[in-house]
């Protein structure tokens, strides 16, 4: 880490520290009037992960709670989950976090110093896990086949060899941002003399005239890619995003009004820390060390999955690093010798099933009663997570979020509800397999990917979740540079929708001057603009990942303009190849 990088994060570390502070006081209140913080709050806070959610299960457990229309009272932690009570933190994360911090109530400084230091603590791993998934992805790819052809691409001017070489027309339009390839196979052509017209052949006179028009034509926008430096490095994207992630002013705020997110997102960011650790490793004499990482790997992705199921998506791109489907590392034999692979996902994915299962017993001794009576604590527990549910039928229901849920739900007749709840909570389950079988060579992709579908379709939509899906995201370079410009647009668009929100919320249930519609359509905003986002992201890594397959399979034609004609001649070894006005383009 750079001396500008250590300020950065200094510089952050403070800043957190400071906002940590100022929202506890009537700073935003006086500045902004009454209802500021619990609109902020609506924005950025899921309710079901926080504190003051934890104080109340707290406040349940040490006091015995009377079931409706019923004499019998319960106590314990059968007390939390009492119909009527709306505790949806599990069983462990309320023995773990809110009884041991239950004790420093009595002194609020200590109490509050704590928390904070707590999710900063978390960040600070968070950042530090992001920065070494990403070295290691892109050590991985590096060693890839993807990136031999790109070298081949940009030194194809010293490699006759063009059957690797990336053509033109399908190359990023972005690729110099990150120093990948750029259009300079035209300028090749152009300048190296067919062996036809070195021998005074009239056929390669005519060659050598179609590719000085070709190149006169992508002249100008070839020497504009060729002088242009490259803004970032790919081995610079780790620590960018991980300086980013530790930095940004949403998980800033997010701790600060209460959020427990960044704690389960630190939980998950470990497993795929220990998920993209290599098999083995040299000790100080060389001597090759095996490395235990798929335990870790399943302990702390079953830990983030009993918190909050949606976590459960990182087990594709996990399995997949571990070996699933023999995909993801695409190398050259010489490379696989070299770094080796693991091929442990069976060992993973069993280890995760039983940890899982056995978080789920241990809560269940904590709870107590019959099995059934625990059916209904992980059904109050887990399904608020993938589903805007009515638990207690008594009407109330979650406050407005950035997504649409809330407002669907509560316009929806009562009938409806339950296929409203099923179609919706299933949608981001149905690309899971799809994208899957698509880009299982990509497990960086599919981490982003899933994770920005899950911001987008979640039952309390929060932009909390969304940066970390649009950071996982910046871990994909080679799929960025291939994004169009709507996706730039409406990135820098989306805190539009949001302070808009924080204004109407306050509008409408404070001032008494607005509606929910004034909201709802700044969150249709706001997912339309993520929706965009997410599907270029896709469409990007499918372009990147059909662009990879046509140069390994040698099939490299591309559409052409009117004025060119295509022709297609036998190769010695008996496959086709075509030329391109006596081009041949491999």
Excluded at 43 to 57: C, Q, R, Y
Excluded at 191 to 202: L, M, R, T
Excluded at 394 to 421: A, I, N
Aim: net charge positive; glycine share 6%; hydrophobic share 45%.
């Amino acid at each position: 880490m750079n001396s500008s990088a250590k300020i950065i994060f200094a510089t952050s570390a403070m800043l957190r520290l400071l906002t940590s502070f100022a929202p506890t006081t009537d700073f935003l209140t006086q500045a902004f009037g009454a209802g500021i913080l619990p609109a902020i709050r609506a924005s950025i806070l899921d309710p079901v992960h926080t504190w003051d959610h934890l104080e109340e299960a707290c406040f349940l457990l040490q006091n015995k709670v009377s079931i409706w229309g019923d004499d019998e009272y319960r106590s314990g932690y059968r007390a939390i989950y009492a119909p009527g009570s709306r505790i949806v933190a599990p069983p462990l994360v309320v023995a773990f976090l809110g009884e041991l911090f239950a004790p420093l109530k009595s002194s609020d400084a200590l109490f509050w110093i704590l928390q904070r230091l707590l999710l900063l603590v978390a960040d600070i791993i968070g950042a530090y896990c992001i920065y070494q998934i990403g070295k290691r992805v892109y050590v991985m790819e590096n060693d890839s086949i993807e990136a031999e052809i790109e070298r081949d691409t940009k030194n194809c001017k010293m490699n006759l060899n063009l059957s690797s070489v990336v053509p033109e027309k399908i190359r990023p339009a972005r690729g110099w941002i990150f120093g990948l390839s750029n259009q300079v196979l035209d300028d090749f052509i152009a300048d190296e003399k067919s062996p036809a017209d070195a021998s005074g052949n009239a056929n390669g006179m005519e060659q050598q005239k179609n590719g000085k028009h070709l190149t006169k034509l992508d002249q100008s926008s070839s020497r504009q890619h060729l002088n242009r430096e490259p803004i970032l490095t790919l081995g610079q994207v780790p620590l960018l995003v991980s300086l980013l992630y530790f930095s940004n002013p949403v998980s800033m705020i997010a701790n600060s009004t209460g959020s427990l997110r960044s704690i389960w997102d630190a939980l998950a960011l470990t497993s795929l820390y220990y998920a993209t650790k290599p098999p083995s490793t040299n000790s100080k004499e060389g001597i090759p060390i095996k490395v235990e990482s798929a335990s870790s790997a399943a302990t702390y992705l079953a830990l983030a999955t009993y918190v909050d199921v949606g976590y459960a998506t990182l087990l594709v791109p996990i399995l997949l690093w571990r070996g699933m489907l023999r995909g993801y590392y695409q190398q050259k034999s010489s490379m696989k010798s070299q770094r080796g692979q693991n091929n442990d996902w069976k060992s993973v994915l069993t280890l995760y099933i039983c940890y899982l299962i056995g978080l789920h017993y241990l809560a269940s001794l904590l709870v107590g009663g019959d099995s059934n009576e625990y059916k209904s604590v992980m059904v109050q527990t887990m399904l608020p997570n993938v589903a805007f549910v009515d638990q207690d039928q008594s009407g109330s229901l979650p406050g407005p979020s950035m997504g649409l849920h809330w407002y669907f739900f509560v316009q929806m007749f009562d009938r409806f509800r339950p296929y409203f709840t099923v179609c919706v909570a299933g949608v981001p389950a149905m690309f899971v397999i799809p994208l899957t079988i698509r880009l299982h060579r990509y497990p960086s992709v599919l981490t982003a990917t899933f994770h920005l579908l899950w911001a987008m379709f979640r039952p309390t939509t929060t932009i909390h979740t969304l940066t970390l899906g649009l950071l996982l995201a910046m871990l994909n370079p080679r799929t960025i540079a291939r994004m169009r410009n709507a996706s730039l647009i409406s990135l820098f668009a989306i805190p539009v929708p949001v302070l808009l929100f924080i204004t109407f919320h306050r509008m409408w249930l404070v001032t008494g001057n607005g509606n929910p519609n004034y909201i709802f359509f700044q969150c249709f905003a706001y997912g339309l603009f993520v929706s965009v986002i997410t599907l270029d992201f896709v469409s990007a890594s499918v372009k990147r990942d059909k662009v990879l397959r046509m140069v390994e399979k040698g099939d490299t034609i591309v559409k052409k303009d009117d004025d060119e004609k295509v022709e297609e001649r036998p190769k010695s070894n008996g496959k086709k190849a075509f030329e391109t006005n006596g081009i041949g383009i491999g």
